[in-house]
Nanobody
Framework: QVQLAESGGGSVHTGGSLKLSCVASGFIVSHRCMGWFRQVSEHEREGIASFDSDSFDTIEYADSVKGRFTISRDNANNILFLQMNSLKPDDRATYYC????????????????????WGQGTQVTVVS
């Protein structure tokens, strides 16, 4: 059974950092396209980073986080990370990790509809 569990959210001041973790079970993270998304209330879920499987290793970031956020994997422990630096109030959201059924993220690599498995989310608050 595929399961994803995020942790690491919290409240930080503008300019601060957080590192989110996503522990995966039921599949191997390095064999799948993995992504991080965020959502604020009823707004659409926004794709912010995606990472192809080991066979392809392509990473993509949304413009809103490029240069500030870094997606990475710990293959030994089957964990996906999102390092978030220089946080802004606009980064406040619930953050979700997700897995695609395939190793390649493909053309719509930041689209929520490309991903089939989701965690429950972790809340990030940035105060000025």
């Amino acid at each position: 059974q595929v399961q994803l569990a995020e942790s690491g959210g919290g409240s930080v001041h503008t300019g601060g950092s957080l590192k989110l973790s996503c522990v995966a079970s039921g599949f191997i993270v390095s064999h799948r396209c993995m992504g991080w998304f965020r959502q604020v209330s009823e707004h659409e879920r926004e794709g912010i980073a995606s990472f192809d499987s080991d066979s392809f290793d392509t990473i993509e970031y949304a413009d809103s986080v490029k240069g500030r956020f870094t997606i990475s994997r710990d293959n030994a422990n089957n964990i996906l990370f999102l390092q978030m630096n220089s946080l802004k109030p606009d980064d406040r959201a619930t953050y979700y990790c997700a897995a695609r059924e395939f190793g390649v993220c493909g053309g719509a690599r930041l689209s929520p509809t490309s991903f089939s498995s989701w965690g429950q989310g972790t809340q990030v608050t940035v105060v000025s």
